[in-house]
């Protein structure tokens, strides 16, 4: 079969329609992602296009937990969005419509305002952390001073 679907990408878009891989609502085509799009943030983003850092962050606005133990989050690579996307399209916490340019990844109705709610919650969440690391460095290089100053007074009296 892989043999089969490589074949077909090197024979072009196409022959990929024929064969039936074709969007739908429950699951998003590979060469679809070009022309998908998703809001956050009252902003419109394409799904292949977005920058890492915002294709992450809506990510975590849609789940509670996700294990993103085999995806370079910093990077985010089609494949891997590819992949997320349908597996949100196929539990349901996301569908897909047909737009003028062509496709939108929308949540259903009884789920936006969740959404709503855990994004402004997740934005929140790095700048609590970046103060709590900042706190966290001061003490250290404070630490460090004293460990560094009773160094010195040790080799000077030697």
Known sequence: MIIGTTHGC???????????YQSKSDYLALPDILKTSFTFQN????????????FHVWLLSLADEWDFENVDTSYWQ??????VINSLLKDGTLRLSEAADGYKLEL?????????????????????QVSELRDDIDQLIE???KRSQSEQKEFGNE
């Open 108 to 128: 259903p109705e009884d789920r936006s305002s969740q959404s709503e709610e855990k994004t402004s919650e997740i934005i929140q969440l790095p700048e609590v």
């Open 78 to 83: 089609t494949h891997h969005r590819w992949r």
């Open 143 to 145: 630490e460090l001073k």
């Open 43 to 54: 902003e419109t983003y394409n799904a292949h296009h977005s920058a890492p850092a915002t």
């Open 10 to 20: 090197q024979r072009g878009k196409s022959f990929l329609l024929h064969a039936g």
